[in-house]
Nanobody
Framework: QVQLAESGGGSVQAGGSLRLSCAAS????????MGWFRQTPGREREFVAT????????YYSDSVKGRFTISRDSQKSTEYLQLYSLKPEDTAVYYCAAGTQFSGYEYWGQGTQVTVSS
């Protein structure tokens, strides 16, 4: 089992920035990828970004590409999401997720709220 704990959400004005963190614990050696998703009320959870744990390759949704940066610290079993140039439409609960070599994203954090005001 892997446990995930997010932190770093909050409220910011449009154009501002935030950094989210997600610390993994438990069977962290089994992690092959970590990612971020977000969800607003009444909508499905949306993919934001992901990072391969072994080689650091990253992928982003088109809606955040060029504005968000995902990174990891393997020694700390922690991933980060740096959010720049925030827009009101980025307002959502952001979830950290992790997957193993044999699974998709099977581990999820509790979510952290990001609110961007215009």
């Amino acid at each position: 089992q892997v446990q995930l704990a997010e932190s770093g959400g909050g409220s910011v004005q449009a154009g501002g920035s935030l950094r989210l963190s997600c610390a993994a614990s438990g069977r962290t050696l089994s992690i092959a990828r970590m990612g971020w998703f977000r969800q607003t009320p009444g909508r499905e959870r949306e993919f934001v970004a992901t990072i391969n744990w072994s080689d650091g390759r990253t992928y982003y949704s088109d809606s955040v590409k060029g504005r968000f940066t995902i990174s990891r610290d393997s020694q700390k079993s922690t991933e980060y999401l740096q959010l720049y140039s925030l827009k009101p439409e980025d307002t959502a609960v952001y979830y950290c997720a992790a997957g193993t070599q044999f699974s998709g994203y099977e581990y999820w954090g509790q979510g952290t709220q990001v609110t961007v005001s215009s």
